[in-house]
T-cell receptor, first 111, second 116 residues
Framework: GENVEQHPSTLSVQEGDSAVIKCTYS??????FPWYKQELGKGPQLIID?????GEKKDQRIAVTLNKTAKHFSLHITETQPEDSAVYFC??????????FGTGTSLTVIP | EPEVTQTPSHQVTQMGQEVILRCVPI?????FYWYRQILGQKVEFLVS????????KSEIFDDQFSVERPDGSNFTLKIRSTKLEDSAMYFC??????????????FGSGTRLTVV
């Protein structure tokens, strides 16, 4: 089955700096890669996603890049703000069925 | 915005007791899922459910677990005889059929199960 690796496990950045979280996957059949933000006591919330036929997608301060050949995808957050502090999970799936999640990255934005 | 609702938010149970975790998926969704997240670990798939039957389950989902859609709105996860290692956050998710921009995959806010 699919195996998703995520790093770093923790990341601290100064407010206004950029944050980058990277994930790799193993199954070349995976074709959909969402990123979720999880705040304390809440369920994962989708923040951005990318399909395998797209190399990059951007939504305001958040962007995701995908390298199908290398089987890795990354989340980029620019101009970080304290409210960006949370745990971020990447995931991979094919056919929209079960998601395989990464181990999570705890992001702390220092004011 | 439509939500997946889970109850209770926190449940404490004695080892060996049965628990039922409840979920109300988004009304027009047809695929339903349970995931769990042991503290500090990744979110893990348990089971998917479609057309009133299990479509896929992980090795975690053994005979102690069962799922049911007892009526048109609820989707439940039952753990027959809880063990200490069942302590985790349990997330319900649902999605629309077909392949929309994000498969319409929506997670609930979770039920924290503590087995003592």
């Amino acid at each position: 089955g699919e195996n998703v690796e995520q790093h770093p496990s923790t990341l601290s950045v100064q407010e206004g700096d950029s944050a980058v979280i990277k994930c790799t996957y193993s199954d070349s059949a995976s074709n959909y890669f969402p990123w979720y933000k999880q705040e304390l006591g809440k369920g994962p919330q989708l923040i951005i996603d990318i399909r395998s036929n797209v190399g990059e997608k951007k939504d305001q301060r958040i962007a995701v890049t995908l390298n199908k050949t290398a089987k890795h995808f990354s989340l980029h957050i620019t101009e970080t703000q304290p409210e960006d502090s949370a745990v971020y999970f990447c995931a991979a799936t094919s056919l929209g069925n079960q998601f395989y999640f990464g181990t999570g990255t705890s992001l702390t934005v220092i004011p | 915005e439509p939500e997946v609702t889970q109850t209770p938010s926190h449940q404490v149970t004695q080892m060996g007791q049965e628990v039922i975790l409840r979920c109300v998926p988004i009304s027009n969704h047809l695929y339903f899922y349970w995931y769990r997240q042991i503290l500090g670990q990744k979110v893990e798939f348990l089971v998917s459910f479609y057309n009133n039957e299990i479509s896929e389950k992980s090795e975690i989902f053994d005979d102690q677990f069962s799922v049911e859609r007892p009526d048109g709105s609820n989707f439940t996860l039952k753990i027959r005889s809880t063990k200490l290692e069942d302590s985790a956050m349990y997330f319900c998710a649902s999605r629309t059929p077909g392949q929309g921009s994000n498969y319409g995959y929506t997670f609930g806010s979770g039920t924290r199960l503590t087995v003592v």
